[in-house]
T-cell receptor, first 112, second 112 residues
Framework: GEDVEQSLFLSVREGDSSVINCTYT??????LYWYKQEPGAGLQLLTY?????DMKQDQRLTVLLNKKDKHLSLRIADTQTGDSAIYFC????????????FGAGTILRVKS | DGGITQSPKYLFRKEGQNVTLSCEQN?????MYWYRQDPGQGLRLIYY???????QKGDIAEGYSVSREKKESFPLTVTSAQKNPTAFYLC???????????FGDGTRLSIL
């Protein structure tokens, strides 16, 4: 079945860039998503990319997609302490409508 | 404000008891979803509904039940058959097959 993998933890200094990586297995995925979860809260949609795109930029966020390697990354420029959270990568399962398959999440810790 | 409301925020279940988690949305979305989140894991799909009066099992439906009598409401019942119900439960909705999912703030269920 489909699988999404992420590294578990990333620590950066305030003001640096953060890069969170994700690999997926479903080569026919059409959309890939990044969600942010703060402690005790639900998931907040950050951005998403369609599979025919290589890159999408939205203010401090840059998403890069390498479809050949099935690799997705989220770059956060000028990382702030408020960016500390868990970041989830998800792919939209191609066979069953809008079902999402999530990675286990990457904990981002920003040190001031 | 448009959004997804989950209630209660915290819920405690006694042995042998069924409990129901509420999810209401005023986004006029057709599709609604229930996920379970355990520490260190990604979200796992319990049930989803793409239209009123219709719903499908997700990957971990055993011990859960749902109904979809109204477009804006998708309650989840955790039955006594679910032997390990302690988790964070998240409800989501989306406006269509190509639209991203948006999440509520979650309900944390614990065993007394």
């Amino acid at each position: 079945g489909e699988d999404v993998e992420q590294s578990l933890f990333l620590s950066v200094r305030e003001g640096d860039s953060s890069v969170i990586n994700c690999t997926y297995t479903d080569s026919s995925s059409t959309y890939l998503y990044w969600y942010k979860q703060e402690p005790g809260a639900g998931l907040q949609l950050l951005t998403y990319i369609f599979s025919n795109m290589d890159m999408k930029q939205d203010q401090r966020l840059t998403v890069l997609l390498n479809k050949k390697d099935k690799h997705l990354s989220l770059r956060i420029a000028d990382t702030q302490t408020g960016d500390s959270a868990i970041y989830f990568c998800a792919e939209r399962e191609s066979r069953y409508g809008n079902k999402l398959v999530f990675g286990a999440g990457t904990i981002l810790r920003v040190k001031s | 404000d448009g959004g997804i409301t989950q209630s209660p925020k915290y819920l405690f279940r006694k042995e042998g008891q069924n409990v129901t988690l509420s999810c209401e949305q005023n986004l006029n979305h057709d599709a609604m979803y229930w996920y379970r989140q355990d520490p260190g894991q990604g979200l796992r799909l319990i049930y989803y509904s793409q239209i009123v009066n219709d719903f499908q099992k997700g990957d971990i439906a055993e011990g859960y039940s749902v109904s979809r009598e109204k477009k804006e409401s998708f309650p989840l019942t955790v039955t006594s058959a679910q032997k390990n119900p302690t988790a964070f439960y998240l409800c989501a909705s989306s406006g269509g097959r190509l639209q991203p999912q948006h999440f509520g703030d979650g309900t944390r269920l614990s065993i007394l």
